[in-house]
C-alpha cells in the first residue's frame, strides 16, 4: 500500500474494529487521524445489542447505534449437554441441534429460500470437516423435500447473484469433495439446491450474511487448552482471549438473525445465557438494551486473564513482581502480541527483559552499598530496594545508574542509623524506669544522640546520656509550670501534663527552660481566654435578640418624627427596597389602604429584621473570627469576657446594616444586583476592614499567647510582640485609659464611603473576570452540543460547566475539557433509559445452570419492574393532561405518572392564532404541541407570523405563514411540515418578528439555515440580494454556492448566520490558502471572519456586496443575532458587538446599538478608510460598554428593541421605548439599563417580538412586559412598563419552563425536564 502513497496526491484510510482483535491495543501506522465511527449499517439492533457484551471499548461503545430502525427478532441460544459414553459423538449433538437451529429459522421466516441467506460458522477447519456430515445427515432426515449443499466462504462469494451457478467457474467443488459438472445437468442439480455456508470464523472475516448460526464458538474462560479434548480454537492462539473475538465476529457477520449453538461450558462465555430470559411483552428498545448492559464485563475478563499468565511465566522464571511492575510488563505483553507476535513469545521477551534490567539494578545498588560502607544493607534492604528501582529503571527515569543507585542507598543508610538510635533510646528509657517519650520530644532526643554519635560516643551510650539528661531537665520543667500555673487567678482548662510535655518540646528545641515553662503556660492560657470569648460569643449570638433590631429590606419598622405627614408617625411600616437616594421604600397601611412612601432612616424605628431568626445567627457564626478578634483586643485589656462579647456583638450588628445598606445603593446606582449571599460576604468583609482598619480588631497574634501576654512573676499579665498585634507599651492598662484608646481606635481609620467603594470594586472586578471565564466554558459547549446535536438542559450546562472548569484547573486545554463533558454527559444519558434484554434462551437444553456464572454482560433487575415498564409504555401514548387522573389509580400508577424517566427532555407549548400554532386551531392559553412529543426539538425560531424547529435528527420543520404569499411552491401551513431540502441542519433563522411602517406590504421574509458541515441554505424574500441567490423570490431552500474575494463556500464554512430585514451576516472559519496568503500579506493570520451583504436601510443607499469586518476578524465569536435593521455578534468572552443603523428606517427614539447618544462621528472615519458609500453611512462593529454591563450570555433583538441577558443572569435593554418594550422607566434609551424589576431573579432565557418581551429564569418562572400584542396569549392584554409574572397549568411537575420564543400574536413556552 505504502508504494501507491504520494505526498499531496494520496491518502491512506484503514477501517478497523479493535473489538475483532484480543484486546485493547493496536498499532496503526504512525501519522493517521482517528476518527470514531459509531454507527452500524449491516446489522439489526438487535445484533447490535447482543454484540455489545463482547465488544471493546469501555463506556464508549454505549454510544454505538443503529443507522436505520430495522430492530430485527431476538438473538436465540442453544445451549446442550454433551451426551457421556463411548459410543457418544459430541458433533452429532452439535448436528442436532444446529438442526433445531435452521428449523426455528425456517419457522420464523416461514417460506424464505434459505440459498446462500445463511451461513452456520465454526472455530476451525477440523471442527468442519468433523461436523459436516453428521448435520448433512440430520438435515436430510428433516427436510426430505429439500435439498441443502454446503459451500465455503470463498464459493459463496464467488456467487453474482446469476441464479444459483458461477458462469465463470468451468468446475466447482462442493464440501462433500464432488466434482461439479459444467453441462446442463449440472447447471439444474445447481440451481436446485439451496448453498448453506460453512465455514470457519476466519474464513467469514470481512463477509457477512443474512442469517448467522454460530456453532461451537465458546470455551471456558481462562483455560489453557480444550478441555474437550477436540481443537476448538485456532493453533497456537489463546482461548479466552480468541473465543471472545470470534463471538464478537461471527455476531456482527449477521444481517438480521443470530442464532448460538454450543455445548454448556460453566465458567464459559456463554453460561450467562442459561440465567437470563426474554421478555417478549415488551417492544424493544436499543437505549433500553445499552442499559441492561454491563459494559465492563468483558474488559475485566481480557485485563485479568493476560495479567494471571505474566505472573504465572514470572513465577516460573523466580521473578517477584510488584502490583505496579505486573500492570506495566501486562501492557507491554499485550501491545507486542497486537502487533503480531506470539502471546507466549512476549511474555518471554518481557520478562527476560525485567530479568536483565532487575539484575543491573541489584548489582548497581549491591556497589553502592559496598562503596558507602554499608554493607549490612545488602542481606538486609537490597531485595527491597531493587524492585522498584528496576521498575523506574524500566520506565526511563533513571538518567545516571551509578548515582541513582547511590542516592537510594545513602537514603536507606540514614534510615537505618536513624532507626538504630531510636532504637537505642527506647532501650535506654525502659532501664531507666521512664514512660515511653512524645513524638516530638523523642525526635529532638534522637538528634542529640545523633550529633554525639557523630563525635565519636557509641550510639548506646550517647541514648544513656541524653536520657539522663533529660529527666532532670524534665523535673526542673515541671517545678517551673506549677509555679506559673498557680500565679494565675484563673486556672480553668488548664492541663498540667500537656504544660509540660509543650514546654519539654520547646526546651529540647533549644529554647531556655524557664522561657519554655512561661511561654507554655501564657499560650495556655491565652487558649483559655479565646475559648471562653468563643463560647460566650456563640452563646451571645444564639441567644433571643437583644439591642433592638436594625432596618432592612423585608423587616418591619415603626414611623417617626414625620413633619410632612404627622398622621403616619407612629404606624407600622413594611420596609420594600433601599432606594439609590439612600431612603427607604415602605408599605404602610393608612385608612384601611395600603400605600408607599419614602423614608429617611432616621424616621424609621426598627421593630423586626427580615428572614428568620436562625439566618441571621448563620450570618453572624460565619463573621465570627473578626467578632473574636475584637473581643480579644477587648478582654486584652482588661474588660470582662461578657461585657467584651456584647458589646462586639452589638457593635456589629449595627455596623452590618449601616454596611449592608450602602453597599445596595452603591450597587444599584452602578446597575449591579447582590444577592443575599453575596451581599453578607461583603458586608463581613467592608466591616471587617472597618475594623482592621480603625486598629480596633486585633489579630490572635502567633507566638506568646495569643496576644495576651505573658505571666509576670506577680501573676498578672506581661505584653510581649507578636504579629497582628500591633501594640505599644501600654498595652496591658486597664480602667480609663483603656477605654480611651477604645474611642480613639474607633475614631481613626479609612471612612465608610472607602471602605464600601473599595470593596464593590474589587467584587464588581472579581465577577467580570468569572462571568468572562464561565461565558467562555459555556459558549464552547453550546457549539460542541450544536454540532452534535445535543440537547443541553440549563442544569445539564450548569453540571457540564462545573465539569470543564475542574479539568481546567488540572491544565487541560478548553477543547479537551468540553469533548470530555460531553462525551460523559452523553454516556450518562444513554444509561438512563430503562432496561431491556434482547437473547431469546428459550432454546436451551441444559440441566447444569446454576445462576452463578463467570461472565455476565446484562444488570440484575427487581421483579416488579415488568409491571411497572408496561406502564410507562401505555403512559407514553396518553396526552400529559391525563397523568393527573392516572396517578389517583394507585401508589403504582402514581409512581409511574410522577416518573420523569420516561418522559421526553423537552416539551412545548404553544398559544397564538388557528394559523400559527402548529395544531390547526386557536390556543389562547399554552397548549401540549404534539411535535414535541414525537420529534426531539433542540433549537425553535418564531419568525413573524410563523415558527420553524429544528430536531434531534437533523431536520427542519415548519408552520404558519409562508415566507412568500402567493407562491405554488411555498404554501401557508397550518400543521408542522418537514422542509425536505435541508438535512443535517443545526440552525434555522429569518429576519426578526418586529414592526416596521412597511411591514404589511412585504410579500414574505427571508430564511436561511446552517447545516452541521458548515452548509449554507437559503430561501425566501429576496428583496436586496442578501440571501445570495439571483433571484428576488427563492421559493424553496437553495444551497449557497459562493466564490468572491472574501468568501469561497466550497471551502470555507459558515459557522454562523443572521437575517435582517435586507441584510444577511455570516461568520465564516477562515482556513487553508487564505490563512496562508493573510500571514503572507502582512495582515495577520485569522481564524474567523465577519461578514455582511445586502444593506442595512434600503433608504440610504444601494445594497452593498458581500463585505468584510476588520473589526471583527479573528474574534471568536459565539452566535449571531440580527435586528430588522442592526446586527450583533456576541463573542466566546461575552463581550457584545453592535453595528448597522442607529435607528432604523422608522427613527427609533433611542440608540438601536448601545453605543449613546448619536452623533455621526463615524462617518468621516468610514469615508477614510474608504468604505463604499453604502456602507459609510452606518457605525461599524464596536463594543458595547457601559457601567454595570458585564459578560453576555444571550442577546435577543425585534425591529427596534435588543434585550441582553448577562451570565449573572441580569437583563439589560435599550432601543425604542414606544409601547413600553423596554421593561424600564427610561425614554431615550441610548445605552444597555437594567431592568431593576427583575433583580431578585436570575433570568436564563428569552425572547422579544414587536414591543412584546419576555424572560423565564432559572426557577422556572416566565415574566412579560411590553404593548398590547399578545392578542390570543397567555399575557393577553397585558400593557405594562414594568415586568408581570404569567402562570399556566397542565404541565408535569418534572418539567420546568427554560426558554420562551414570541412572534407575532403567537409564541411558544419550551420546557426542559429537571435533572
Known amino acids: 500500500?505504502?508504494?501507491?502513497?504520494?505526498?499531496?496526491?494520496?491518502?491512506?484510510?484503514?477501517?478497523?474494529?479493535?473489538?475483532?482483535?484480543?484486546?485493547?491495543?493496536?498499532?496503526?501506522?504512525?501519522?493517521?487521524?482517528?476518527?470514531?465511527?459509531?454507527?452500524?449499517?449491516?446489522?439489526?439492533?438487535?445484533?447490535?445489542?447482543?454484540?455489545?457484551?463482547?465488544?471493546?471499548?469501555?463506556?464508549?461503545?454505549?454510544?454505538?447505534?443503529?443507522?436505520?430502525?430495522?430492530?430485527?427478532?431476538?438473538?436465540?441460544?442453544?445451549?446442550?449437554?454433551?451426551?457421556?459414553?463411548?459410543?457418544?459423538?459430541?458433533?452429532?449433538?452439535?448436528?442436532?441441534h444446529a438442526l433445531r437451529a435452521l428449523q426455528h429459522v425456517n419457522s420464523t421466516f416461514s417460506g424464505l429460500d434459505l440459498h446462500n441467506r445463511v451461513a452456520l460458522v465454526v472455530p476451525d477447519l477440523e471442527f468442519r470437516e468433523s461436523f459436516r456430515p453428521e448435520l448433512q445427515k440430520a438435515l436430510a432426515a428433516a427436510f426430505p423435500q429439500r435439498r441443502f449443499r454446503f459451500v465455503d466462504a470463498v464459493r459463496a462469494s464467488?456467487?453474482?447473484?446469476?441464479?444459483?451457478?458461477?458462469?465463470?467457474?468451468?468446475?466447482?467443488?462442493?464440501?462433500?469433495?464432488?466434482?461439479?459438472?459444467?453441462?446442463?445437468?449440472?447447471?439444474?442439480?445447481?440451481?436446485?439446491?439451496?448453498?448453506?455456508?460453512?465455514?470457519?470464523?476466519?474464513?467469514?472475516?470481512?463477509?457477512?450474511?443474512?442469517?448467522v448460526v454460530g456453532v461451537g464458538l465458546d470455551s471456558i474462560i481462562d483455560s489453557q487448552d480444550a478441555a474437550t479434548g477436540r481443537c476448538n480454537k485456532p493453533e497456537d492462539e489463546s482461548t479466552t482471549l480468541a473465543t471472545r473475538s470470534m463471538l464478537y465476529r461471527a455476531m456482527t457477520r449477521a444481517h438480521l438473525m443470530f442464532l448460538v449453538v454450543n455445548e454448556f461450558m460453566r465458567g464459559g462465555w456463554l453460561e450467562f445465557l442459561g440465567s437470563v430470559r426474554l421478555r417478549e411483552d415488551e417492544a424493544f428498545d436499543s437505549k433500553a438494551a445499552l442499559q441492561r448492559s454491563e459494559v465492563q464485563a468483558v474488559e475485566g475478563v481480557v485485563k485479568a486473564r493476560l495479567s494471571a499468565l505474566v505472573g504465572d511465566a514470572a513465577e516460573e522464571l523466580g521473578l517477584s513482581l510488584s502490583e505496579a511492575a505486573a500492570t506495566v510488563l501486562t501492557g507491554e505483553v499485550a501491545a507486542r502480541h497486537e502487533r503480531g507476535q506470539d502471546e507466549g513469545k512476549a511474555i518471554e521477551a518481557v520478562l527476560r527483559q525485567w530479568q536483565y534490567e532487575a539484575q543491573v539494578a541489584t548489582e548497581a545498588l549491591e556497589k553502592a552499598m559496598v562503596k558507602l560502607g554499608l554493607r549490612e544493607l545488602v542481606g538486609t534492604t537490597l531485595a527491597a530496594l531493587s524492585g522498584p528501582f528496576a521498575l523506574a529503571l524500566h520506565r526511563g527515569e533513571v538518567v545516571e545508574l551509578v548515582a541513582a543507585a547511590s542516592d537510594i542507598v545513602k537514603k536507606q543508610g540514614a534510615k537505618q542509623h536513624d532507626m538504630k538510635i531510636a532504637d537505642a533510646l527506647e532501650v535506654a528509657t525502659r532501664n531507666a524506669n521512664r514512660e515511653k517519650m512524645d513524638g516530638k520530644v523523642a525526635k529532638a532526643l534522637q538528634?542529640?544522640?545523633?550529633?554525639?554519635?557523630?563525635?565519636?560516643?557509641?550510639?548506646?551510650?550517647?541514648?544513656?546520656?541524653?536520657?539522663?539528661?533529660?529527666?532532670?531537665?524534665?523535673?526542673?520543667?515541671?517545678?517551673?509550670?506549677?509555679?506559673?500555673?498557680?500565679?494565675?487567678?484563673?486556672?480553668?482548662?488548664?492541663?498540667?501534663?500537656?504544660?509540660?510535655?509543650?514546654?519539654?518540646?520547646?526546651?529540647?528545641?533549644?529554647?531556655?527552660?524557664?522561657?519554655?515553662?512561661?511561654?507554655?503556660?501564657?499560650?495556655?492560657?491565652?487558649?483559655?481566654?479565646?475559648?471562653?470569648?468563643?463560647?460566650?460569643?456563640?452563646?451571645?449570638?444564639?441567644?433571643?435578640?437583644?439591642?433592638?433590631?436594625?432596618?432592612?429590606?423585608?423587616?418591619?419598622?415603626?414611623?417617626?418624627?414625620?413633619?410632612?405627614?404627622?398622621?403616619?408617625?407612629?404606624?407600622?411600616?413594611?420596609?420594600?427596597?433601599?432606594?439609590?437616594?439612600?431612603?427607604?421604600?415602605?408599605?404602610?397601611?393608612?385608612?384601611s389602604k395600603k400605600i408607599r412612601i419614602t423614608v429617611k432612616p432616621v424616621n424609621l424605628e426598627a421593630l423586626s429584621e427580615p428572614g428568620s431568626e436562625p439566618e441571621a445567627q448563620a450570618a453572624l457564626l460565619e463573621a465570627l473570627p473578626a467578632l473574636q478578634a475584637q473581643a480579644l483586643a477587648k478582654v486584652k485589656r482588661s474588660r470582662p469576657v461578657a461585657e467584651a462579647v456584647a458589646e462586639v456583638v452589638k457593635s456589629w450588628r449595627v455596623e452590618a446594616a449601616q454596611v449592608a445598606s450602602a453597599l445596595q445603593v452603591l450597587a444599584l446606582q452602578r446597575e449591579f444586583h447582590l444577592d443575599m449571599q453575596a451581599l453578607q460576604r461583603l458586608t463581613r468583609s467592608a466591616v471587617d476592614r472597618l475594623w482592621r482598619g480603625s486598629g480596633s480588631a486585633a489579630g490572635s497574634g502567633a507566638d506568646g499567647g495569643g496576644g495576651l501576654g505573658t505571666v509576670t512573676e506577680d501573676g498578672g499579665l506581661m505584653p510581649m510582640p507578636a504579629e497582628g498585634l500591633g501594640e505599644g507599651e501600654n498595652g496591658g492598662e486597664e480602667g480609663a485609659g483603656g477605654e480611651q484608646q477604645?474611642?480613639?481606635?474607633?475614631?481613626?481609620?479609612?471612612?465608610?464611603?472607602?471602605?464600601?467603594?473599595?470593596?464593590?470594586?474589587?467584587?464588581?472586578?472579581?465577577?467580570?473576570?468569572?462571568?468572562?471565564?464561565?461565558?467562555?466554558?459555556?459558549?464552547?459547549?453550546?457549539?460542541?452540543?450544536?454540532?452534535?446535536?445535543?440537547?443541553?438542559?440549563?442544569?445539564?450546562?450548569?453540571?457540564?460547566?462545573?465539569?470543564?472548569?475542574?479539568?481546567?484547573?488540572?491544565?487541560?486545554?478548553?477543547?479537551?475539557?468540553?469533548?470530555?463533558?460531553?462525551?460523559e454527559w452523553h454516556r450518562q444519558v444513554v444509561r438512563k433509559q430503562v432496561q431491556q434484554t434482547v437473547w431469546d434462551p428459550s432454546g436451551n437444553e441444559t440441566r447444569q445452570i446454576t445462576g452463578v456464572v463467570r461472565f455476565m454482560p446484562f444488570k440484575h433487575s427487581g421483579p416488579e419492574l415488568f409491571d411497572y415498564v408496561m406502564l410507562m409504555n401505555v403512559f407514553t401514548m396518553l396526552p400529559f393532561q391525563s397523568l393527573g387522573v392516572l396517578a389517583r389509580v394507585c401508589k403504582r400508577w402514581r409512581g409511574v405518572a410522577n416518573d420523569p424517566s420516561w418522559k421526553p427532555d423537552l416539551v412545548a407549548y404553544a398559544w397564538g392564532d388557528a394559523d400559527l400554532t402548529g395544531m390547526s386551531e386557536a390556543c389562547p392559553k399554552p397548549t401540549l404541541l404534539e411535535l414535541s412529543i414525537t420529534r426531539k426539538i433542540i433549537n425553535i425560531h418564531c419568525a413573524d407570523a410563523a415558527t420553524f424547529v429544528v430536531t434531534e435528527a437533523g431536520e427542519a420543520w415548519f408552520w404558519g405563514k409562508s415566507w412568500l404569499q402567493d407562491f405554488e411552491e411555498a404554501p401557508d401551513c397550518r400543521e408542522p411540515?418537514?422542509?425536505?431540502?435541508?438535512?443535517?441542519?443545526?440552525?434555522?433563522?429569518?429576519?426578526?418578528?418586529?414592526?416596521?411602517?412597511?411591514?404589511?406590504?412585504?410579500?414574505?421574509?427571508?430564511?436561511?439555515?446552517?447545516?452541521?458541515?458548515?452548509?449554507?441554505?437559503?430561501?425566501?424574500?429576496?428583496?436586496?440580494?442578501?440571501?445570495?441567490?439571483?433571484?428576488?423570490?427563492?421559493?424553496?431552500?437553495?444551497?449557497?454556492?459562493?466564490?468572491?474575494?472574501?468568501?469561497?463556500?466550497?471551502?470555507?464554512?459558515?459557522?454562523?448566520?443572521?437575517?435582517?430585514?435586507?441584510?444577511?451576516?455570516?461568520?465564516?472559519?477562515?482556513?487553508?490558502?487564505?490563512?496562508?496568503?493573510?500571514?503572507?500579506?502582512?495582515?495577520?493570520v485569522t481564524s474567523s471572519a465577519v461578514l455582511t451583504c445586502g444593506t442595512f436601510s434600503r433608504h440610504q443607499g444601494p445594497p452593498h456586496e458581500l463585505h468584510e469586518w476588520e473589526e471583527l476578524r479573528g474574534v471568536h465569536v459565539k452566535t449571531l443575532v440580527a435586528g430588522s435593521f442592526h446586527c450583533c455578534a456576541l463573542t466566546t468572552r461575552g463581550e457584545l458587538y453592535t453595528w448597522g443603523h442607529e435607528a432604523g428606517t422608522d427613527g427609533a427614539n433611542g440608540n438601536l446599538l448601545g453605543h449613546g447618544e448619536r452623533t455621526g462621528e463615524w462617518t468621516r472615519g468610514n469615508i477614510e478608510r474608504g468604505l463604499p458609500a453604502n456602507l459609510a453611512w452606518?457605525?461599524?462593529?464596536?463594543?458595547?460598554?457601559?457601567?454595570?454591563?458585564?459578560?453576555?450570555?444571550?442577546?435577543?433583538?425585534?425591529?427596534?428593541?435588543?434585550?441582553?441577558?448577562?451570565?449573572?443572569?441580569?437583563?439589560?435593554?435599550?432601543?425604542?421605548?414606544d409601547g413600553n418594550a423596554l421593561g424600564h422607566e427610561h425614554q431615550a434609551c441610548d445605552r444597555p439599563r437594567w431592568l431593576r424589576s427583575l433583580r431578585w431573579?436570575?433570568?436564563?432565557?428569552?425572547?422579544?417580538?414587536?414591543?412584546?418581551?419576555?424572560?423565564?429564569?432559572?426557577?422556572?418562572?416566565?415574566?412579560?412586559?411590553?404593548?398590547?400584542?399578545?392578542?390570543?396569549?397567555?399575557?393577553?392584554?397585558?400593557?405594562s412598563q414594568s415586568t408581570t409574572e404569567v402562570h399556566w397549568q397542565g404541565v408535569p411537575s418534572c418539567y420546568k419552563c427554560s426558554a420562551v420564543a414570541l412572534g407575532h400574536r403567537h409564541g411558544l413556552l419550551v420546557f426542559h425536564k429537571q435533572p
Open 1 to 96: 500500500v505504502e508504494g501507491y502513497v504520494s505526498a499531496g496526491q494520496t491518502q491512506r484510510m484503514l477501517l478497523s474494529d479493535v473489538s475483532q482483535s484480543w484486546g485493547r491495543k493496536v498499532a496503526y501506522p504512525a501519522g493517521m487521524r482517528e476518527v470514531l465511527l459509531s454507527e452500524v449499517v449491516r446489522c439489526s439492533k438487535r445484533i447490535v445489542a447482543g454484540a455489545m457484551a463482547f465488544q471493546l471499548g469501555g463506556e464508549e461503545k454505549l454510544l454505538t447505534k443503529c443507522h436505520h430502525e430495522a430492530t430485527g427478532p431476538p438473538l436465540k441460544s442453544f445451549l446442550f449437554d454433551v451426551p457421556t459414553g463411548q459410543e457418544a459423538s459430541p458433533f452429532a449433538a452439535y448436528a442436532q
Open 158 to 211: 464467488a456467487d453474482l447473484g446469476r441464479g444459483r451457478s458461477c458462469a465463470e467457474a468451468d468446475t466447482k467443488m462442493d464440501l462433500e469433495g464432488q466434482e461439479q459438472g459444467s453441462g446442463e445437468e449440472g447447471d439444474r442439480e445447481e440451481e436446485a439446491s439451496e448453498w448453506l455456508v460453512l465455514d470457519s470464523i476466519h474464513q467469514m472475516d470481512g463477509l457477512e450474511r443474512l442469517i
Open 447 to 591: 538528634s542529640r544522640v545523633s550529633m554525639a554519635v557523630d563525635k565519636g560516643e557509641t550510639i548506646e551510650s550517647a541514648a544513656r546520656s541524653v536520657i539522663e539528661e533529660w529527666a532532670t531537665v524534665e523535673e526542673d520543667i515541671r517545678r517551673r509550670v506549677q509555679r506559673y500555673v498557680e500565679m494565675l487567678t484563673n486556672q480553668d482548662g488548664f492541663d498540667l501534663s500537656k504544660l509540660e510535655q509543650d514546654a519539654a518540646i520547646s526546651a529540647c528545641e533549644g529554647e531556655n527552660v524557664e522561657d519554655a515553662a512561661r511561654r507554655a503556660v501564657s499560650k495556655c492560657h491565652a487558649k483559655c481566654t479565646e475559648t471562653q470569648v468563643d463560647t460566650a460569643l456563640r452563646s451571645a449570638i444564639l441567644a433571643p435578640r437583644s439591642g433592638g433590631p436594625v432596618c432592612q429590606a423585608g423587616g418591619r419598622a415603626r414611623l417617626r418624627d414625620l413633619a410632612g405627614k404627622p398622621e403616619l408617625n407612629g404606624a407600622e411600616a413594611e420596609l420594600v427596597d433601599f432606594l439609590v437616594r439612600g431612603r427607604w421604600s415602605a408599605e404602610v397601611e393608612f385608612k
Open 742 to 823: 477604645d474611642a480613639q481606635e474607633q475614631q481613626a481609620g479609612p471612612s465608610l464611603e472607602e471602605v464600601i467603594d473599595e470593596v464593590l470594586n474589587d467584587w464588581m472586578q472579581g465577577e467580570s473576570a468569572i462571568q468572562r471565564d464561565i461565558a467562555q466554558i459555556r459558549a464552547a459547549l453550546e457549539a460542541a452540543a450544536k454540532s452534535q446535536r445535543v440537547l443541553l438542559t440549563d442544569g445539564a450546562m450548569e453540571s457540564l460547566q462545573q465539569r470543564v472548569e475542574v479539568a481546567l484547573r488540572r491544565k487541560d486545554s478548553l477543547e479537551v475539557a468540553v469533548d470530555a463533558a460531553i462525551k
Open 977 to 1084: 411540515t418537514r422542509l425536505d431540502e435541508l438535512r443535517d441542519v443545526v440552525a434555522v433563522t429569518t429576519s426578526p418578528a418586529g414592526y416596521f411602517h412597511e411591514r404589511s406590504r412585504l410579500p414574505g421574509y427571508p430564511c436561511a439555515a446552517l447545516t452541521r458541515s458548515g452548509s449554507l441554505y437559503t430561501w425566501g424574500l429576496n428583496l436586496t440580494g442578501g440571501l445570495l441567490h439571483d433571484t428576488r423570490a427563492v421559493e424553496r431552500p437553495r444551497k449557497v454556492d459562493k466564490t468572491c474575494d472574501v468568501w469561497r463556500s466550497s471551502a470555507e464554512r459558515v459557522l454562523h448566520v443572521g437575517l435582517g430585514l435586507d441584510y444577511m451576516v455570516l461568520c465564516l472559519e477562515r482556513t487553508g490558502q487564505r490563512l496562508q496568503a493573510a500571514a503572507e500579506g502582512g495582515v495577520g
Open 1178 to 1217: 452606518f457605525p461599524p462593529p464596536r463594543l458595547v460598554e457601559c457601567e454595570g454591563f458585564g459578560p453576555v450570555a444571550e442577546v435577543k433583538c425585534s425591529s427596534y428593541t435588543t434585550a441582553a441577558i448577562l451570565v449573572d443572569g441580569r437583563v439589560f435593554s435599550w432601543g425604542d421605548c
Open 1241 to 1279: 431573579h436570575r433570568v436564563a432565557h428569552g425572547a422579544v417580538a414587536y414591543t412584546n418581551a419576555a424572560v423565564a429564569t432559572q426557577e422556572g418562572r416566565v415574566f412579560v412586559w411590553g404593548g398590547n400584542y399578545w392578542d390570543g396569549g397567555i399575557a393577553q392584554g397585558r400593557n
